[in-house]
């Protein structure tokens, strides 16, 4: 499974965008780049997945350069019920068996107001 | 559907007992995941089924930790002895069998051995 690498944390104010970025140097041709949301005392959410270009849904948009080796979570105009951990995970699709869900520190951001 | 459903949601006992965690994934879904989340480590994937069968058990800490899934609609974690550094909370998870699929996050149980 591709190591990805994200930021400890990140602080913000209410109505700014926040842009969470993911490095996964050594991603796979076959990986998705899946992103998780976890509030607390609450288990993980999924919000968004992607293979390449960009992925854009109700809660967030997601970002992926053309050689795969990042991606950026953008959050539009985020509110205080936007603080929580913000998980990057990049493997191959869940529905091939033996692939497992691996989720590595997160990004804890704290939104002020 | 109710979603992911563990039980209990909270759970004291003290050291040397047998804790059962138990765990209902979403009707349809055949893979699912046991994880345990500390401050300290994060959330850790202990072991994962598909179809019922465990393909993978290197997360689990030791063998006072066991898991087994009985039919597609249960699943239980047991700690026989527990010990005081086994308290944290335990996630149940499940997926659906489609391309890109996302996994499906119960309540969690929180544990706490004394």
């Known amino acids: 499974l591709a190591k990805t690498t994200q930021p400890i944390s990140m602080d913000s104010y209410e109505g700014q965008e926040v842009n969470i970025t993911c490095s996964h140097n050594n991603i796979a041709t076959n990986d998705y780049i899946t992103w998780y949301q976890q509030f607390p005392s609450q288990g993980p959410r999924f919000i968004i997945q992607g293979y390449k270009t960009k992925v854009t849904n109700e809660v967030a948009s997601l970002f992926i350069p053309a050689d795969r080796k990042s991606s950026t979570l953008s959050l539009p105009r985020v509110s205080l019920s936007d603080t929580a951990v913000y998980y990057c995970?990049?493997?191959?699709?869940?529905?091939?068996?033996?692939?497992?869900?691996?989720f590595g520190g997160g990004t804890r951001l704290m939104v002020k107001p | 559907d109710a979603g992911v459903i563990q039980s209990p949601r909270h759970e004291v006992t003290e050291m040397g007992q047998e804790v059962t965690l138990r765990c209902k994934p979403i009707?349809?879904?055949?893979?699912l995941f046991w994880y345990r989340q500390t401050m300290m480590r994060g959330l850790e994937l202990l072991i994962y089924?598909?179809?019922?069968?465990?393909?993978?058990d290197s997360g689990m800490p030791e063998d006072r930790f066991s898991a087994k899934m009985p039919n597609a609609s249960f699943s239980t974690l047991k700690i026989q002895p527990s010990e005081p550094r086994d308290s944290a909370v335990y996630f149940c998870?499940?997926?659906?069998?489609?391309?890109?699929?996302?996994?499906?996050f119960g309540q969690g149980t929180r544990l706490t051995v004394v």
């Open positions: 009707s349809g879904h055949n893979s």
């Open positions: 998870a499940s997926s659906f069998p489609t391309d890109n699929t996302e996994a499906f």
């Open positions: 995970l990049v493997g191959p699709p869940l529905n091939n068996a033996g692939n497992m869900l691996t």
């Open positions: 089924f598909n179809n019922n069968v465990p393909i993978d």
